[in-house]
Structure formats: C-alpha cells, structure tokens
C-alpha cells in the first residue's frame, strides 16, 4: 500500500496545537485479473505528546471520489476520531 500526503490543518485552542494530516492510500487489488487500483484516506492527528490515527484503505476505485471527499475533510479539519461518521455520509 502507499501513502501520498494530500494535505494538512493546523488546529488552534487554548495553549494547545495539533496538526491534522491527510493521505490518500492507494495497493491494487491482485485478487482479479485485471488489477485496478483502490484508494482510501487516512488522517493523523498529532499534539505535543500524542499520536491519533483513523483509516480506511479500500473506500473506492474511484480516484476523483476519493480527492473529492479528501478535499471535503481537509476543509472541514475533520478528525480521525470522526472519519467513519464523515464517510457513512458520503456512502
């Protein structure tokens, strides 16, 4: 599977700052005769002393949809802790 950074937000409050990173993931499925490429999103959350982290790597086989909805999550700072709600919405 690879992983291509696809952006990053900074969250600001208190005294505290987390960076949201955003990534495509994109493997191929070797089941079928004819590969085709799958994509997925992850996102990471990183604070002072912390590390969170939220995926899912076989979202579609799409690439449009999934910048689309990257695009979407970036903007919106979504994070891990709230990917699967995000996505249940767009599917």
Same mark, same amino acid.
């Given at each position: ?5 696809y952006?990053?937000?900074? /969250? ?18 070797e ?6 490429? /799958?994509?997925?999103?992850e ?17 579609? /086989? ?5 910048e689309?909805?990257?695009?979407? /999550? ?6 891990p802790?709230?990917l ?7 599917l």
């Open positions: 599977m690879m992983k291509e950074l952006g990053t937000s900074m /969250i600001k409050y208190e005294n505290k700052e987390e960076v949201l990173e955003y990534y495509m993931l994109n493997s191929e499925d089941n079928k005769e004819n590969k085709m490429k /799958i994509y997925g999103i996102i990471i959350k990183k604070s002072a002393n912390s590390e969170e982290t939220s995926f899912v790597s076989d979202l579609t /086989i799409n690439k449009e949809f999934a689309e909805i990257l695009r979407t /999550i970036k903007n919106n700072m979504v994070t802790v709230h699967y709600d995000v996505l249940e919405n767009f």
